[in-house]
Nanobody
């Protein structure tokens, strides 16, 4: 069974940092694409970052230089380090698994990130 469990969200002031975690099970963790989407109120879910086979990474322009995605194959965990957070980063963040970079996405339950004074 595929299971993706996110954690690490919360309330942070502008300029602060958070690290999100996504613990995966039931997948071949170190051979598949994984990443993070986010969805703000009233907006579409958009890609934030992804990490591919071989640990290549991609980021949305809005988070480049501030967010870092990484993975720990030993613990089957994907991380999203978020620095210099802005109010516009406020959203529900969803971890995903995309087997073989194909058409199917599997999602975690989401974790809320709120950036506010």
């Amino acid at each position: 069974q595929v299971q993706l469990v996110e954690s690490g969200g919360g309330l942070v002031q502008p300029g602060g940092s958070l690290r999100l975690s996504c613990a995966a099970s039931g997948i071949i963790f170190n051979t598949d694409v994984m990443g993070w989407y986010r969805q703000a109120p009233g907006k579409e879910r958009k890609l934030v970052a992804r990490i591919t086979i071989g640990d290549s990474t991609n980021y949305a322009d809005s988070v480049k230089g501030r967010f870092t995605i990484s993975r720990d194959n030993a613990s089957s965990t994907v991380y999203l380090q978020m620095n210099s957070l802005k109010p516009e980063d406020t959203a529900v963040y969803y971890c995903y698994w995309r087997p073989q970079n194909g058409p199917t996405y599997y999602w975690g339950q989401g974790t809320q990130v709120t950036v506010s004074s």
